[in-house]
């Protein structure tokens, strides 16, 4: 035996044998389970002994939705998150633009005007004394909302006259029918103008993600990205750099590359390989863009944007499935989700595709009507869902879609009542990568301050298992590593979470607090406190 860990609680996650006190690991893998007695009696003089009282194992925690090395680009980014006005925003712009050369693309992210004094949308006119000599291209917290100067716009070209761009849409002055500087599912429009990275960009960028997810416990992510960063982290796994690992999402629109290249489903090794398709259905909560059977609440005019037709959402699965893969669909308001479950079914039925033969994901389900839950199990869909969403969305979601229609959304107890499989995720860098904050927020249905007071919608709260169960089981099996991942049996890769103090025994508002005490991927340690 290479590894001994004693005297501590640990959470298997197989139901076969939920706890024990101590574990053994040789070859990469779990080995022994058992009491200290019991696994010391397997050790021998060269066996290292992990002796932890007090802490929580659980299996290695996988983060089921993230942009990866998108999160490991923004550490590097002007940073706008958590600020509560507009003053604030613009006083970190200009520190920022100091330090860039003129002509540069200065890219920012995090801003949310829910969270301003001003409550008010910003425009240009906000950023243009800020950078006269560089474009500034400023996410919103969402992703799916961008706030650029005059510049950026003068540089792509976006007047008066140009068209909305398919599934987006380009805010404009009432008055005169110029652009404001707010641009909606439309980043798309700008990247042709924008430096290009590099393999290498995309490398460091990865490196510095698996620095921070590895020292939240995170042994593995489900990454939503495309062909070029599979390619950088291909490279690092090749050079034995990618310690983490890492399921990548690709685009329908690759799938012909893929092919040509020999990249199928499976494809890759133990530390990266591929298998779905990420698709979009619709916008998001913030923006106002997220699609509805029933218009926003503070917004009667708006239903959302559907940012791909029913027919080409359709389409675009027809040709995941052509393929050989699976689709993970972007989907947060209810109409969007109905519109899933319509293309799936069809594009299942066109290509005579059985029951139980792909394991399909919706992202993130924020908002769901109750009729489709039936028609969602009847598929053997997974909800992949973010609970640290609901901690910064709840009072959002009041505001735009009411409190009534809110008793069906970030749903998470109605969808694992109907048979719905939930999976959880970040969705970093769009919110923290922690996995603690998940977890809090799925417990408690609060934010880490108590807000609101006794739960949002608490019937909806989940067990503690049940959230770890969301970072485990459940994503080792959407990407098809059941057998070798996701729970803490014998003859499966010793992928291992241990917490500093035991979270069965600590009230849920002090976890955000606790740290990891180590990270362990393959029996080695990739992270210790």
Known sequence: MDTAILSSKIFTGDPKTPWAQALGIKGGQITALGSDQEIKALCSAKTEILDLPGRLVVPGLVDGHLHYCSFGQTLNLVSLKNLTSLDQCRQRIRTAVGSYPPGEWIVGRGWDNHKWREDRQPTRKDLDDLSPTNPLMLFRADGHTVWVNSLALEKAGITKASPDPPGGKIERDPATGEPTGILREAIGVFRKFMPRNSREDFKTAAL???????????????????????????DLDKEGKLKIRVYQLLRPQEADTLSARAIRPGSGSGRLWVGHMKLFADGSL???????????????????????????????????????????????GDRAVSNCLAAIAE???????????????????????????AFFQSLGLTASVQPIFMATDWSQAEKKWGHPRCRQAYAWKTLRKAGIPLQFGSDAPFDHINPLLGLQAAVTRQTPEGEPAGGWFPEERLSLEEGIEGFTRVPAWTSHRETSLGSITPGKRADITVFEKNLFEIPPEYWPSLEVELTMIDGEIVYQK
């Not at 926003?296 to 708006?302: H, L």
């Not at 139980?356 to 924020?366: C, I, N, Y």
């Open 347 to 373: 594009a299942r039925k066109t290509e005579g595709i059985g029951p139980g033969q792909k394991r399909d994901r919706l992202e993130h389900v924020q908002l769901h009507r109750s009729p489709d839950l």
């Open 286 to 332: 913030g923006s106002g863009t997220a699609l509805l059977h029933e218009p926003y609440w503070d917004d009667p005019a708006n239903q959302g944007l559907a940012v791909l037709p029913l027919e080409t959402l359709r389409d675009q699965v027809r040709a995941t499935y052509a393929w050989g893969g699976e689709v993970a669909i972007h989907a947060i």
């Open 208 to 234: 510095d993600a698996q620095q921070e997810a590895l020292k939240v416990g995170l042994t593995g992510v489900h990454s939503c990205e495309m062909l070029p960063q599979f390619e950088a982290l291909d």
